[in-house]
């Protein structure tokens, strides 16, 4: 992760629109070997981790974010408001068979977004993450050969598929205006309980 980039993007913003009202940190990745080689490490996965792709995932998921966050709050603080917003992950809430990298990354996400919560509320700046369920993009089917009916089944709210743009739907309200008063809540999406097993039940039938 390039911080010069980060600060260059934020700084190109100012220069052409004066200010910047929201950063929204979402770039990341799942950390996911491709199918089969999933469903085989699902009985060891932490002896069959790499190390560097441990490090590569928290790089881009965890150091990036903060990146993005330091050089907003660098001139969101002068201005006095602002809104930075973090993409984490229903896996910041529950425990399930994807990658230790992945869920660590996550979890450090939305401890990151609680703890500006609290600096940058002292400065007019609201800090929120949103943390969706799967949805069935490119990204998904390449790690895990899954398609929309399938990532649907897993979740306990039924009837709807979550696409990505319930997720952007989301993100739009925690950086808008309409949440004015809303600092520090990890927006969960997804209809997806925090012990249901059958988002593993459904990668093992996979293995079938």
Not at 68 to 78: L, S, T, W
Not at 155 to 164: D, F, I, Y
């Amino acid at each position: 992760m390039n911080e010069s980039d980060v600060e260059k993007a934020v700084d190109m913003a100012v220069s052409n629109y004066g200010k910047l009202d929201i950063m929204f940190n979402n770039a990341g990745i799942s950390g996911m070997p491709e199918m089969p080689a999933l469903l085989n490490m699902m009985e060891s996965r932490i002896l069959e981790s790499e190390n560097k792709d441990f490090k590569r995932v928290l790089d881009v998921n965890v150091f990036g974010a903060f990146l993005g966050a330091k050089h907003a709050a660098r001139v969101m603080i002068p201005a006095k408001k602002g809104s930075i917003l973090f993409t984490s992950s229903i896996a910041s809430v529950m425990a399930s068979d994807v990658p230790h990298s992945y869920v660590a990354s996550k979890h450090a996400v939305l401890g990151m977004t609680k703890n500006l919560s609290v600096e940058l509320g002292q400065c007019g700046i609201r800090v929120n993450c949103v943390s969706p369920f799967s949805a069935a993009t490119s990204m998904l089917r390449k790690a895990m050969g899954m398609m929309e009916d399938v990532v649907s089944s897993c979740a306990n709210l039924k009837g709807v598929v979550l696409e990505p743009e319930d997720i952007a739907e989301a993100a739009l309200y925690l950086g808008s205006d309409e949440s004015k008063y809303v600092s520090g809540i990890n927006l969960v999406v997804g209809g997806y309980s925090l012990t249901s097993p059958t988002f593993s039940n459904a990668l093992k039938s996979l293995s079938m």
